[in-house]
């Protein structure tokens, strides 16, 4: 299986401010064929399911705001957030879905400061 | 806008079998697959596999194929899944999530509210 490693655990940002969280994956979700990465980032705040934020590392999903940004390729990945907004604070998961299992990061909690 | 509603919360004890529904609506079911993820408290989220609403082919994830069984009914736009032989460590909150396919892949795009399983003797 391929393993998901998120950095850091969690961090505390001022309001207005860059979130950066980092995911690196234990082999590459670069599919050379099309140049896409298989990998999503999701959002999943206290008590509510999961919401998809990004795909293909670097698309954002219909109707999320574009202070998120998703970059990287093959095995490493960054999940920025350029301006936080009170409303961000949730725990962030990267997930791979290049092959199966598709797994996913332990995830990043991301707080104000 | 597309709905996604899980049945209710189940106690279960270990050695039985719980089976939870996903009813989907908003959207065509048969042209979408449904993933199955699981959260267990203090874990990372896990993905079980997913059922084609169509055809209604299976993916099952290696950890889970001995025990667990996707079911759909297409004309109810519901589907199942089924897990066997349940022990403590499969107490968690288990997610239907609305599968797309692109690019030969299938990206979970909106999730159920979630179904909390507790598996205690």
Redesign the interface.
Known sequence: DIVMTQSPDSLAVSLGERATINCKSSQSVL?RS?N?N?L?WYQQKPG?????LI??ASTR?SGVPDRFSGSGSATDFTLTISSLQAEDVAVY?C?Q??S????????TKVEIK | QVHLVQSGAAVKKPGASVKVSCKASGYIFTNYEMYWMRQAPGQ????M?WINGGNGNT?Y???FQDRVTFTRDTSATTSYMELSSLRSDDTALY?C?RGRS?????????????TLVTVSS
């Open positions: 599919y099309n896409k298989y999503s509510q399911p999961p919401k998809l795909y293909w999903e998961y997930q879905y290049y199966t299992p598709q797994t996913f990061g332990q995830g | 990372r989220l896990e993905c596999g993916k994830s290696h950890k997610y999530a692109e690019f030969g892949a299938v990206i979970a795009d909106f999730w159920g509210p979630g």
